[in-house]
């Protein structure tokens, strides 16, 4: 009797395995297809893609499509907006995170609670699209590099990330025996917080530069001039409004071959705009795993 | 008692360079003027990209002038609520806008949990480590790329949808155009991207539970899934309740970025959210406090639903936002 029941548990506890194993199979498949299927079109002959025979492996294999990336000054110059946007962005995002969590993290800190107050509230509360615009607008930086860096300066989010991540790991006491042999606030944020807190760093320029590479609406409603435009508005001009401009087509007189290509440049255009995160990514999973833990601790 | 006395005025004897006047916080803040010093850049920051619009949202009561700025242009009151509660737009924008969120709600805010709970249960840690990468990955897809690949995918000419309905024998099917389809093609792209993401704290509340617990269930000869109902599901639950709080006030937001991108011309009656009309009548058709209005009262909205919610939490479980 006891044994039948055994026996009669641990088949279904198999069964139960096996539709675990199943049910992850299929989410696998779901999610990794999508993206084969983008990196083999991109890597196959124009007439491959508009007839439909790409379906798992490139077919007939060209680099047609990222020739015709390369030889486009348009979505060159947005290569290196977004270059400059993020790198500048990100070293203006985590020194302003730094200098506003750093304080905030220390329970000596006066004001500590009202100021915290106030970050909460920016959470869940806003003026609303018009208002910020307005707000920028006056500023007189529309139309202005500065339009991609400063209105995103600081994310209420990561500074509480970065908060957490100070009170966790820096010893009250290391400060106080700091602050007895003379050194300042400064020098221990930045000779011995800093060098200490290489992970909360790390995971703070990894979620900054993945929001300024693929950042686009700041630069919809901010932005005029074609020459400032980042890649991501490009990308939207090229792949979802259709806009290309004809002067980068080959051969303009064959219209088979150049809808073709612009079909084969949309694949390549999305594998290039993707690289420069997805190279970053087995080091950015980790990381980002971190800092979505550290966030979830304070809820 | 008496010893504090004693070092209190030790200390005002060793402090006695400093003014006398300067007692508590104001010598606390002059002890650490550095850290405040720190503090005023990204507090201007937070005052003027924050809190300025937030003052500045009395247009929404106001006649909006761009010369005269916030608050010189004329009172209206409500005039711009009740013009767009009057307005023949009002019932279908809370009505997409309620059926996207809802939807996203009722399918995305699940899915990670699935899969953390499937992730949970497999000892093959080689399989759950491919999995949890792969799921992982489209997070950092950007949403304009997003939004391209969705579109290219439903093509009814070169998608590999359309590719999958045509083996199925059925006629090309031109998705995007498809009012009815909006909703669901917005969810499940959403779900797609998000899953692996979302199901990292769910992972980590579920390495947090107690091992004991496996074991007492194990004595008592519970199966595989009476341990995933009666011990990882409680174990999630605080995470699971904060996560719904958050997802709640946001109810009202749904994706402006990726709506925008995926509108065209056919799908607009279903597509239309409160948040793209804001910014269509605000900043593309230069009807400044009118569109201000619409924004705040979702604001509000949002706001009530989020303490509510957190209320409700509060009332009936341990967890809660605040």
């Known amino acids: ?86 790198f500048f962005g990100v070293l203006i995002n985590v020194s302003m995170t730094v200098m506003l969590a750093y304080p905030l993290s220390k329970s000596t800190f006066y004001g500590r609670g009202f100021i915290m107050l106030l970050l909460v ?28 860096l400063l209105p995103g300066a600081l994310a209420v989010w990561q500074v509480i990330i970065a908060r957490t991540f100070f009170q966790s790991t820096i010893p009250k006491e290391l400060g106080e025996a700091s602050e007895l042999d003379g050194c300042s606030d400064f020098g221990f944020l930045w000779r011995i917080v800093l060098p200490l807190s290489k992970p909360i760093l790390a995971v703070l320029v990894l979620m900054y530069a993945v929001g300024h590479w693929n950042a686009y609406f700041d630069a919809l409603i901010f932005l005029k001039s074609q020459e400032l435009f980042p890649l991501q508005i490009i990308l939207r001009n090229i792949l979802i409004l259709n806009s290309i ?12 071959a150049m809808q073709g290509l612009r079909d084969l440049l949309k694949f390549s255009l999305i594998v290039v705009a993707t690289l420069p995160v997805l190279a970053l990514y087995p080091f950015v999973q980790k990381y980002f795993v971190q800092g979505i833990m550290i966030g979830s601790l304070k809820g | 008692m008496q010893s504090t006395g004693v070092l209190e ?52 009561f106001r006649d909006f002038s761009p010369v005269r700025g916030f608050t010189g242009s004329e009172w209206v009151g409500l005039k711009n609520f009740s013009d767009f509660f009057n307005s023949p737009n009002f019932w279908i924008l809370i009505k997409n806008t309620l059926i996207i969120s809802l939807y996203s709600l009722a399918v995305g805010f699940p899915a990670p949990i699935i899969l953390a709970l499937a992730l949970n249960e497999i000892r093959s840690m080689r399989f759950k480590k491919v999995v949890q990468m792969v ?30 309905v045509r083996m199925l024998g059925m006629e090309s099917i031109n998705f995007m155009g498809i009012p009815s389809y909006f909703s669901s093609i917005f969810v499940l792209s959403n779900v797609w991207q998000g899953i692996g993401y979302g199901a990292v704290i769910y992972l980590a509340a579920l390495a947090g539970v107690n091992s004991e617990l496996y074991e007492a269930a194990k004595v008592d000869g519970a199966s595989r899934f009476q341990k995933v109902i009666n011990i990882d599901i409680p174990g999630i639950m605080p995470a699971a309740i904060i996560l719904l709080i958050l997802n709640v006030g946001q109810i009202m937001n749904v994706g402006f970025e990726k709506i925008y991108l995926m509108q065209n011309p056919l799908n607009t009656s279903t597509s239309e959210v409160i948040s793209t009309y804001v910014y269509k009548i605000g900043l593309l058709g230069a009807n400044f406090s009118f569109s201000a209005a619409v924004d705040l009262f979702n604001s509000v909205i949002n706001l009530i639903l989020l303490l509510s919610v957190n209320y409700f939490a509060r009332r009936v479980s341990d967890s809660s936002l605040w």
């Open chain 1, 1 to 86: 009797m006891n044994k039948s029941i055994a026996i009669r548990e641990s088949l279904g506890d198999r069964l139960f395995l096996f539709l675990v194993y199943a049910f992850l199979a299929v989410v696998l498949i779901i999610v990794l297809y999508p993206l084969i299927y983008i990196v083999s079109s991109s890597f196959s002959s124009p007439r491959a893609v508009i007839s439909g025979k790409v379906w798992l492996f490139p077919v007939e294999p060209s680099l047609a499509g990222y020739k015709a990336i390369f030889s486009n000054p348009q979505i060159l110059t947005g290569y290196a907006n977004s270059l400059f946007y993020t």
């Open chain 1, 121 to 148: 509230i920016t959470m869940m509360f806003s003026g609303g699209l018009i208002p910020y615009y307005l707000t920028v607008k006056s500023l007189g930086i529309l139309d202005t590099r500065w339009a991609m």
């Open chain 1, 245 to 256: 401009d004809a002067s980068m087509m080959v051969d303009a007189n064959q219209m088979a």
């Open chain 2, 9 to 60: 005025a030790k200390k005002k004897r060793a402090d006695s360079s400093k003014p006398l006047l300067m007692k508590g916080p104001a010598k606390k803040m002059k002890r650490h003027w550095q850290l405040y010093l720190l503090i005023l850049l990204p507090l201007a920051y937070i005052i003027i990209f924050k809190y300025i619009p937030m003052y500045g949202a009395q247009i929404a």
């Open chain 2, 135 to 164: 799921t992982f990955a489209p997070y950092f897809i950007s949403t304009v790329v997003m939004v391209s690949m969705i579109i290219l995918f439903l093509s009814p000419r070169l998608g590999f949808v359309d590719l999958i």
